[in-house]
């Protein structure tokens, strides 16, 4: 397990190298958690408890939106593009030769890649929003802890349907479709645009169950104390769920797709 450490780390500190591209991030983070921060006040004002938030639990959600939304990569741009380039010039090969478990090397990598972006891109715009906006922040170490691990758990069903997304350049030799589809898909059932709990009737209750909602819905919820003991115990069993039985997929998809690797040109 060392390896896959040393990996974590190496990964956390390539993107900790792309300086000025996380300053531009924190800036536009923060600029679109204002936008959205408006947005929602000018709803909220007319309904004050719009999908069971009040005022400050809304503006909440919006800064935890922006802080998570590289963290668990609700618009793509995470380690799919590179895993989707090597399989479709045959670079894959490659990696199917090294000493260790492809999955997990990628996993490991972006595990790295999410603990820099919670710190580098997440916590500036969430300061600047509690600065500028009255937030309902925990007062004690337990929530924040319990949203911890939530936020783990959210970042391994990101990669685990990522990683999914990437495999299908096995057969379809460019997999920017695929992504493309996930990161709308991501968007729109994550609750990026609107909590879930806004959603109607059957849509909502789907969105609920699918495991984009791993990624935001319930780690804000839990951040914001809207689970707590036994409640948050399931909502931990839900996203582990996800969690396990997306990587078990990806893991059977993998088999089948590296039977045989066709490298193009040859």
């Excluded at 951040?223 to 399931?234: A, E, I």
Aim: charged share 15%; with cysteine.
């Amino acid at each position: 397990m060392r390896v896959y450490a040393v990996v974590a780390a190496g990964g956390f500190r390539r993107y900790a190298t792309y300086r000025i591209e996380t300053a531009a991030g924190v800036f536009t983070n923060t600029v679109f958690g204002f936008i959205l921060a408006y947005t929602y006040m000018a709803l909220w004002d007319e309904r004050p408890r719009l999908g069971g938030y009040d005022m400050p639990q809304a503006l909440t959600f919006v800064w935890l939106g922006q802080a998570l939304l590289m963290t668990c990569v609700m618009m793509g741009g995470g380690f799919e593009d590179e895993l989707i380039e090597r399989i479709r010039t045959g670079d894959i090969a490659v990696d199917l030769y090294r000493p260790v478990d492809l999955q997990l090397w990628w996993l490991a990598q972006d595990l790295g890649r999410a603990a820099f972006h919670l710190l580098g891109r997440g916590i500036v715009p969430m300061v600047l929003g509690g600065l500028a906006f009255d937030l309902a922040l925990p007062g004690s170490a337990g929530p924040w802890l319990a949203f911890l691990v939530s936020v783990a758990l959210g970042v391994v069903v990101s990669f685990a349907i990522r990683y999914l997304v990437a495999l299908s350049a096995f057969w379809l030799m460019d997999g920017a479709g695929a992504a493309q589809i996930a990161f709308l898909a991501g968007l729109f059932f994550s609750g990026m645009l609107l909590p879930l709990s806004l959603f109607p009737g059957l849509l909502g209750e789907v969105a609920r169950l699918l495991p984009w909602s791993a990624l935001l819905q319930v780690p804000a919820d839990v951040f914001l104390g809207k689970h707590t003991g036994w409640g948050l115990v399931r909502v931990y069993v839900f996203q582990a769920a996800w969690a396990v039985v997306l990587l078990l997929l990806g893991r059977m998809v993998q088999s089948v797709a590296t039977r045989r690797v066709v490298v193009q040109g040859g």
